[in-house]
């Protein structure tokens, strides 16, 4: 790789997985993509896009039609790096895909095999289950990573629900496989002397939810209880990429008030658990030059004088009708003005003492490649708070 310029680029330079986190809808996805691309383009290397969001956006933003649990190849001139140094590869998780790959990988014997991916407790989990699609996500990044095809793995993570849960699944797996719920739900399959006294328990049970389903779930774990120690041991190992130091957590938050509670949430619910923050970017800023206090003073006096004005301008058009344009024009501007002083006051709150980077808010009608340069340009350079 050649030498970063940023603190942005020294991160994606420096790590090996960077997950990007961050409330719903603040540009986590854009923020993912455009970190690959600066990686790849600019720093070089074999680097990897991991959504495990399953919408189609990345997709869309990288210019490919559709991604799946095949790593494909990015085409970065088509997405206007001209000469890059390194690669660019996609991949968006397919949770179904993964679950029965992590079965084959672990089955003690083709038997137990078969019957885990015939079990219907086991279809719905693998596909249905939110909480197995974070552990899932895990899985797939620690077996990537491990793989050492890539240099950098960047991972975007789903929308709209606490990142914690998603950094917790693997240890809530390896706990939920060893805990004793499960041995108590399946004790009466796993021995024909089971305790008497939960009789009654089962008997109910077997009549509420029948018994099929429930031969079905004690099947389901008694055949998974077969592959526990490999789940722990792997769960433990995804723990062990996440917290180590060649992974680094990057924030994403807008600057719109309940966004950067729940950012700034979450920068100390990384902190707590010792995992390390690479960046908080600040997404959609809108541009300083509008909480500018003679800017706001020129905006004010175009209000304020908008009848003599607009008379100096009758060449234009109608003297009244240009008056209302400069009083509109005026009055948004100061209007934008309150919003970028307020969005100044919650930056200083979000960054404080925080490596960080700031994305301007960009025209919405940009298509959503030239965007993508465009935020990783905005990675690129040095921000100041
Ligand atoms: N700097 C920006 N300026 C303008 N629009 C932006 C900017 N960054 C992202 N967007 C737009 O905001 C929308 C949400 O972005 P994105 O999908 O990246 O967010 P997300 O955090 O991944 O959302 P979700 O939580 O739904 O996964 C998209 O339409 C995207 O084009
Ligand atoms: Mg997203």
């Known amino acids: 790789m050649s030498s970063p310029a940023s603190a942005y680029e020294q991160l994606l330079a420096g790590r090996e997985v ?25 720093l070089g290397g074999r680097v990897l896009v991991l959504t495990v969001d399953p919408a189609r956006r990345l997709a869309t933003a990288l210019g490919l039609d559709g991604l799946d649990n095949t790593e494909v190849r990015v ?17 968006q998780l397919d ?20 019957a885990i991916l015939a079990n219907a407790i086991y279809r719905d989990i693998s596909t249905t289950f939110v909480q197995s699609h974070d552990y899932i996500a895990m899985e797939r990044l620690h077996e990537l990573h491990a793989s050492g095809r890539y240099d950098l793995i960047v991972v975007d993570t789903p929308p709209s629900r606490n990142a914690i849960d998603f950094l917790e699944a693997p240890g809530r797996m390896a706990e939920f496989f060893g805990s004793r719920l499960l041995r108590w739900l399946t004790a009466p399959y796993r021995s024909r002397l089971f305790n008497v006294a939960s009789r009654p328990f089962y008997t109910v049970a077997d009549r509420i939810l029948g ?34 130091r060649r992974t680094a957590f990057v924030v994403v938050s807008t600057l719109d008030p309940a966004a950067v509670v729940e950012g700034a949430f979450l920068v100390d619910e990384l902190a707590a658990r010792h995992l390390h923050l690479g960046s ?77 980077a700031v994305v301007p808010w960009l025209a919405t009608e940009q298509s959503d490649t030239e965007g993508l340069v465009r935020v990783a340009d905005a990675l690129r350079g040095e921000a100041t708070p």
């Not at 719903?24 to 790849?40: D, F, H, I, N, Q």
């Not at 085409?75 to 991949?91: I, Y």
């Not at 008694?222 to 433990?236: D, K, P, W």
């Not at 024009?329 to 960080?356: K, M, N």
């Open 211 to 244: 018994q099929q389903f429930l031969r079905e779930i004690a099947d389901f774990f008694i055949l998974f209880q077969t592959m526990h120690s490999g789940f722990v041991e792997r769960a433990e190992e995804v723990e062990t990429t996440l917290r180590s």
């Open 280 to 356: 908080v970017v600040v997404n959609r800023v809108l541009p300083s030059f509008l909480a500018d206090r003679e800017a706001g003073d020129a905006a004010q006096r175009l209000v304020d004088d908008a009848a003599a004005i607009a008379l100096s301008l009758e060449a234009i058009a109608d003297v009244s009708l240009l008056e209302q344009v400069l009083r509109e024009i005026g009055g948004s501007f100061l209007d934008y003005g309150v919003v970028a002083t307020r969005q100044g006051e919650l930056r200083r709150e979000l960054v404080s003492g925080r490596p960080f």
């Open 95 to 114: 949770t179904k895909g993964s679950w029965d790959d992590l079965v084959r990988r672990h089955a003690p014997d083709e038997r137990v095999r078969e």
């Open 18 to 42: 960077v997950v990007v986190c961050g409330p719903g809808g603040v540009g986590k996805t854009t923020v993912a993509a455009a970190s690959g691309l600066l990686a790849a383009g600019h």
């Open 75 to 91: 085409d970065l001139v088509a997405l206007g790096v001209a000469s890059p140094r390194g690669e660019l590869w996609a991949a």
